[in-house]
């Protein structure tokens, strides 16, 4: 599956972007989805992912209660709505597709994941 990220850019902190994920092919439903940002400097953190059905859905620490992660499987996309930015928020934003079930406990390791996107920037300004 390829996949196409868009939505990043630049904002202040306290503000909020929406960023969306659109996936080629015509079995999208059959993948687990995520969202990992990165750094400079820093390793790829695992931020968000939710499940083929879209049912099941795990946040990391850092974003939990302010960023909310969707899919919709009839338009193969999945989005990151991310609200109450922080500078520290700032990262390169990356989707990721994975070929298994998410029962909730898994898929919060970039090595779970077998297909990603290029990356979009979103930087959140003090």
């Known amino acids: 599956v390829q996949l196409v990220e868009s939505g990043g850019g630049l904002v202040q902190a306290g503000g909020s972007l929406r960023l969306s994920c659109e996936a080629s092919?015509?079995?999208?439903?059959?993948?687990?989805m995520g969202w990992f940002r990165q750094a400079p400097g820093k390793e790829r953190e695992f931020v968000a992912v939710v499940g083929r059905s879209g049912g099941n859905i795990s946040y990391g620490d850092s974003v939990k209660g302010r960023f909310t992660i969707s899919r919709d499987n009839a338009k193969n996309t999945v989005s990151l709505e991310m609200n109450s930015l922080k500078p520290e928020d700032t990262a390169v934003y990356y989707c990721?597709?994975?070929?298994?079930?998410?029962?909730?406990?898994?898929?919060?390791?970039?090595?779970?994941?077998?297909?990603w996107g290029q990356g979009t920037q979103v930087t959140v300004s003090s």
């Open positions: 990721a597709a994975a070929l298994g079930f998410f029962s909730g406990f898994t898929y919060r390791s970039a090595n779970e994941y077998d297909s």
């Open positions: 092919g015509r079995t999208f439903s059959t993948y687990t």
